[in-house]
Each structure stands twice: as C-alpha cells, then as structure tokens.
C-alpha cells in the first residue's frame, strides 16, 4: 500500500493520504496511514526527545487495543496493521475534544479538587478538554462546546456514552494483565455518513498505567518525570499485552 501526501505532522504521529490505485479509487479517499514516530514530547511540546523503537511499541499496542475494541462492537477508525510503524485506518474529522476517562486518582484531580492521591473513584470521571495546543488544551464544559460549535448536544451524549464503553471493556483488559488502568485520553472522529468512530491511538503515551503489584509507572509519565526506562517500560507493556508474543 503506497503512500500519497503527508497531510498531518503531530508531535507522535504522520498522517498520509493514500496513493491512488486503480481498483481503489474509494478505498484510497475514505482511508488513511497512520504513522507512528519514535518522538516523545511533553509539556505541550516543550520537552521534546527521540526514543528509538517507540512508534513500533506505540503501533503494536494501539494495534491490539482497537482491534480488541472492534471485537467488542466499537467503532473505531482502526483497518489493519500494515507494517511496524503504520496502521491503515478510515479516515474521519477529528472533534478537537481530548476526552479523558479517570479511573485511579493522580494529577490535576489530586491538583485541583483535592482527591487523595492513587484512590479508586467510585465511579469513573469523564473529563472534556478542548483539542487547541494554542489555548493550551483548556477543560471546557457542554456548554462551551455547543457555544464553539464543536460538537452538538447529541454527539456530545454519544462521545461520553462511549468513552465510559470502552472503559468498561478496557479496565478488565488491562486487569488481566496485570495493569492498572489509571486514566487515559481518546479522540473520536466523525466519518463520510456522521457515525462518531473511536480515533488517534491508545498507547503508553496517551495512557497511565501501573504494575498492579508495585504500582510502578510504565506510561509517558516515566519521560514528564525524568524517571528513565522510558522503552523498557512500553516494551513490558507491549509484552503483557501480547502474553510475551
Ligand atoms: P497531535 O500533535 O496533533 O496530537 P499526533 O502526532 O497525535 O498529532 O498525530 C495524529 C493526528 O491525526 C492528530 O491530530 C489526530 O487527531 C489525527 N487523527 C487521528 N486519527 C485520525 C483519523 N482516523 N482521521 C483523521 N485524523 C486522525
Ligand atoms: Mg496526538
């Protein structure tokens, strides 16, 4: 499968357009490459480092994960794996809405409402935060997204409804290996015929998550922190995830 042009250069990620082939006019024009790249940044791109072989880590276990999803009946954007950097995916408008689903309390929670650090909520949390690296990715409220023209009233009911889905699917997932699921960021999207699907990626840079014995990060936070084994911790999760495949 041919690339076309590159049409989006993220901090993590390429996205291409597909070349155009003679029995896959269509196919071309609905689909997209994803490109996973071995860049790391945090802070907004402030702090930016290459760690070599985390788009291949970050490819195969967003790879599992929305296939995983898929089989359970979320849409997703996710086609196939097409080689250790790159997925196939359909391509959609992005709702500029990082939505972050909390299961453990850490960070702006601990921060801002006074939580105790590293408590189970009693039910998970729903966070909407305005996709605008300019802005700084400001929490933002139904009413400024209806207001901004974001989403609308349904589609917002829809995207929670269907973060809260897949959180129900993935806290299990990532129990069984032996992985707490702390909180995490999705993206969805909106395809040719309006459906929302599930977008971006899930991956240790998008995710928190936690040895449920020691409690040891094995997520982005490794590099935020300055903790090191930032590789070896993605290839652990990269191993439980595929029972050492
Ligand atoms: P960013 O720095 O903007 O977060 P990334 O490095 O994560 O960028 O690159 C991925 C970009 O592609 C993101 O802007 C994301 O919203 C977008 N994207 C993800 N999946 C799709 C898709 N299926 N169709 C169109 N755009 C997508
Ligand atoms: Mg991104």
Known sequence: MDRGYLLHEGKAKR?????????????????????????????????????SKKGVLNNKISCSIFSYLEAKNIPTHFIKTISSREMLVKRVDI???????????????????????GTYLKEP??????????LGDPLINEFHIKNLEIATEKEIEVI?????????????????????????KVEFGKDGDDNILLADEISPDSCRLWD????????????????GQIIESYEEVWQRISGGE
């Open 15 to 51: 996205i291409y357009t597909l070349e155009d082939t003679e029995e896959g006019e269509d196919f071309s024009r609905d689909h997209l490459l994803v490109e996973f790249k071995d860049s790391i940044s945090a802070f907004d791109g402030e702090k930016i480092e290459e760690i």
């Open 95 to 117: 709702i500029p809405l990082e939505v972050v689903i909390r299961n453990v309390v850490t960070g702006s929670l601990t921060r801002r409402l006074g939580f105790s650090e």
């Open 125 to 134: 949390v729903v966070e909407l935060y305005y996709k605008d690296d300019e």
């Open 160 to 184: 929670t409804k269907m973060a809260l889905q897949i959180n129900e699917l993935l806290v299990p997932y990532f129990d069984q290996k032996d992985l707490i699921l702390v909180d995490y």
């Open 212 to 227: 449920k014995e020691t409690l040891k990060i094995l997520d982005k936070d490794r590099y935020r922190k300055d903790m």
